[in-house]
């Protein structure tokens, strides 16, 4: 009777897999049942038949399982990618040589022009206008460094700078003063920002900056 039973098992798996679940088990498809063994004669009666019957019964629902775990790994699959197209980081600094120079000071505001690329991930930052489009709404790091130079001892010194969002100051990092010759300062701001959002540096009117390796940075990157 164990054989018997192990047998109808046997062609239960088989036989089913030929019209449905065609998952990892590998062997034979094609076990018969012995000619004139109960469940041959009369599949409705014999116990083992119920077995067929639960072992149907466990197929269909591996096979919803299967359905469901296949359409959660396309939905996965599609939402990584998602993330990897809209990724975003960069930092760059102002001057791409290495020499010393000074920028401004202006009758006006002016956005700073950051020539050297450390990294720009998925290109959102322009390094012709120096102005960030922000990809995808989400929250944002961004930190600028500035640094002057006022030329001797005791000269007033004025570095001051304005990260904007599309034109309104978000933050601001300022050194004015004619107690030391060269300074620096940092602002380091989060914010939660739109798609299309335009945020740039921008020189203060009156202001100037001096580098010569990579004193002044402008950074940032979406947290999520
Ligand atoms: C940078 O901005 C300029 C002026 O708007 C534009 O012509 C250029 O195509 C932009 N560069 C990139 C890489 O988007």
Known sequence: MRAFVLLCLLHASFAQRRNGWDGPIQGPSDVELAPGSECAAGLDSCSCCLILR??????????????????????????LG?????????SVSLLKDGGFRCIGPFGG???????????NLGGHYNGSTGVFTVPQAGLYTFAVTLHSDAGAPRSPLAACTGLQVNGRVAAEA?????????????????????????VAVK??????????????????????
């Open 174 to 198: 300022r050194e004015q003063n004619a107690d030391d010759q060269e300074d620096s300062a940092t602002a380091v701001v989060l914010l939660q920002l739109n798609a299309g959002d335009a």
């Open 54 to 79: 639960d072992v149907s019964k466990l197929r269909t629902k591996l096979d919803a399982t299967l359905a469901r775990l296949e359409s959660e790994s396309s939905l996965a699959t599609r939402s």
């Open 82 to 90: 998602r993330l990897e197209a809209g990724r975003a980081a960069f």
């Open 203 to 224: 020189l203060l009117k009156g202001c100037f900056l001096c580098d010569k390796s990579h004193y002044n940075t402008f950074s940032a990157f979406l947290l999520y």
């Open 109 to 119: 505001d002016e956005v700073v022009i950051y020539e050297h690329v450390f990294l």
